[in-house]
């Protein structure tokens, strides 16, 4: 049964109307694309995704991964699939070329990433860690390292895993216990036990190559003294032939709520004290390396969020126009679907937009020529990706949640797709760092960074944005609503400044979650009224095009429906209150 569904239209909108990719081709790093090769990239990638991905999905789910002496089986299809994935070039599209990566912006890798999570997240997880370890390897690696394994991680002979947690440390990284001691020749002995690893083993790859973070025997305690090692499965000799066996071990594969299809692993690391990996970069620096695997990852969290909220949304709205109710009327016409209907919608297409805007800001960041730019874009990627992670993978299980109920109870039984995109989507709030710790990291950190230049700068953008849009009389109070808005964000910003200066911790704690929330809103509703600016002016250049109409009916929703919860939640913080601190629970 095919499940997959994505409003094509919108993806193109953002890409080449909004966020105008063909800016991109002027800058030296992207000089020899176009628009054409662009929109190839995302036609092969979605069908890819709808002949490929998509017809495992539902099955996947149902046969789940399961060991069979001693390793981890995947189900039916998910190797043949990989391997071809792999073979086009999807898992680095947006990386260099030098070891296999295709070198396209990271906005059109955002738009196939939506597209092949929506059509099959646990597939795609096993692609996006071999990425992500190539990266890493690419960017702190010794030549060697990135010669012996980059090549095969792209090309799908070999997957990748990141290893933080352990058993007792899940949030709180700095508590690892996993160790590494230096041998003669120069790798390390590691000894160590990790929890819930992605795709710690499989069945899909002749080897898997690991990412451990180990503390070297006597550096400090916490997160300063962490190190990283890469230690692959099965270890691979100079002439870059597989040689024997790691003493890395997987002794459990994890039964879950959603995801299914995704190997969630329990890995011993030198049970027969013979397990050995390499430094990768300096010693007790991993967690900043660490860091940029997990910030690309915690920008997937985001697109797995609006991913799965995109096509739950579109299979509610085919179904919606099905189903009859009343007297042959279908349940598209009753006030309160359309509602729902249009929350989706508008929360989907401000998702998206975020998440394309953070894409794009990460190509100014790596291509544009100017440093001040470069700079300015490195800063907001900064500041909005735990926003993409937390916003979009909370208001995406609520979106699944608000689609399903659209099926009635048709979204409750398992012969339609939505319950496995509510079940799917629910992770992306808890892996990569659970939601609460994303908002302590815009609040604790973002927001101070650079003497709160990182804040300062998106606040001015937005600002300016508003003054821009002072003529615009047929948004007149979706726009005047947007500066109240900012100017509660800021409010509320000072406030946190505030506490922080007296020293005041409970209630910057108490006040983060609430304040993720209400910036992401304000953020999407810059993003929604800037997109309707485009469709106004698409408009008044003479297209008939309802998308264009649509897209200004779907910021004023969003301004009236969803933008006054930043009120509300800044109302929350600023009360002080104190009481569910003092509750005896
Ligand atoms: C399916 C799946 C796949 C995973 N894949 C990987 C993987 O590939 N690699 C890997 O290393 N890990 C992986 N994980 C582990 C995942 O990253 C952790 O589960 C996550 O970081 C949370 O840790 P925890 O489960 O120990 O929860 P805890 O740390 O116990 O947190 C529980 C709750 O308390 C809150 N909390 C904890 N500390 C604080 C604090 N200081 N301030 C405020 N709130 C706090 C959290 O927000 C959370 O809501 C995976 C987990 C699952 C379920």
Redesign the pocket.
């Known amino acids: 049964m095919a499940t997959y569904k994505v409003d094509e239209r919108d993806v193109h909108f953002n890409i080449f109307e909004y966020l105008n990719i063909k800016e991109l081709t002027a800058y030296d790093k992207y000089k020899d694309q176009n628009e054409e090769l662009y929109k190839m990239i995302l036609n092969e990638g979605l069908k890819f995704a709808l002949s490929e991905f998509d017809p495992l999905y539902v099955a996947g789910d149902r046969e789940e991964c399961h060991m069979k002496d001693g390793v981890v089986i995947v189900p039916k299809g998910y190797k043949e699939a990989y391997a071809k994935f792999a073979e086009n070039g999807f898992v680095g599209i947006d990386t260099p070329p030098t070891y296999g990566g295709q070198g396209l912006p990271c906005m059109i890798n955002t738009a196939t990433m939506e597209f092949f999570t929506g059509s099959n997240v646990p597939l795609l997880l096993y692609a996006g ?1 071999s990425r992500g370890v190539a990266n890493i390897l690419e960017a702190f690696g010794s030549p060697e390292l990135c010669q012996a394994f980059c090549a095969n991680l792209y090309n799908g002979k070999w997957s990748g ?5 352990e058993p007792q ?4 990284v700095g508590d690892i216990r996993t160790s590494a001691k230096k041998n003669a020749d120069g790798t390390y002995t590691i000894t160590g036990n ?7 083993d499989q069945n899909l790859t002749e080897n898997i190559i690991h990412t451990v973070l180990a503390r070297v025997e006597g550096d400090a305690p916490g997160t300063k003294g962490i190190s990283l090692f890469l230690v692959p499965k099965i270890w691979v000799k100079p002439d870059g032939t597989l040689g024997e066996r790691n003493d890395v071990n997987c002794v459990n594969v ?1 039964h ?1 709520m959603g ?1 299914k299809a ?1 190997a ?1 692993c329990t890995l011993n690391f030198g049970e027969e004290g013979k397990c050995r990996g390499f430094l990768i970069g300096e010693q007790s620096r991993g967690m900043k390396m660490m860091f940029q695997m997990m910030n690309e990852a915690r920008l997937m969290c985001g697109v797995q969020g609006e991913a799965l909220a995109a096509t739950a949304y579109e299979n509610a709205l085919a179904y919606a126009k099905e189903r009859i109710q009343g007297a042959n009327t279908a349940i598209i016409n009753y006030p309160n679907v359309r509602r729902e209907l249009a929350l989706c919608k508008a929360w989907v297409e401000g998702m998206r937009g975020l998440l394309y805007l953070t894409g794009k800001s990460i190509d100014l960041a790596h291509g544009h020529p100017d440093d001040t730019i470069k700079e300015k874009a490195k800063n907001r990627v900064e500041l909005l990706t735990p926003i993409c992670k937390a916003y979009c993978s909370d208001v995406g299980f609520k979106i699944t949640e608000m689609a399903l109920q659209i099926y009635g109870g048709y979204g409750y039984v398992s012969e339609y797709p939505i319950e496995q995109y509510m079940r799917d989507v629910k ?1 992306a709030s ?8 994303q908002a ?1 990291d815009l609040m604790g950190r973002k927001l101070a960074s650079k003497a709160g230049q990182l804040f300062r700068e998106f606040y001015e953008d937005l600002t300016q944005f508003v003054a821009s849009q002072e003529g615009n009389t047929e948004l007149k109070n979706e726009i005047s609503a947007l500066k109240k808005a900012i100017d509660t964000v800021a409010q509320v910003a000072m406030k946190i400044a505030e506490w922080g200066m007296s020293g005041e911790k409970t209630k910057p ?1 108490l006040s983060a979650n609430y304040f993720l929330e209400l910036t992401g809103h304000t953020t999407l509703a810059y993003i929604l009224l800037d997109q309707a600016r485009v469709a106004q002016a698409a408009i008044s250049n003479g297209s008939k095009d309802s998308f264009y109409r649509n897209k200004i009916r779907t910021a004023r929703f969003f301004v009236a429906h969803v933008l006054p919860m930043v009120q509300m939640r800044a109302k929350n913080i600023l009360s002080e209150d104190l009481s569910s601190i003092e509750m005896e629970f």
């Open positions: 860690l895993t990141m290893c933080l947690t440390a899940g949030s709180a990790k929890l819930f690893i992605t795709g710690g994890e879950k995801i995704s969630t992770i808890i892996y990569e760092g659970a939601n609460g710790i302590l704690m």
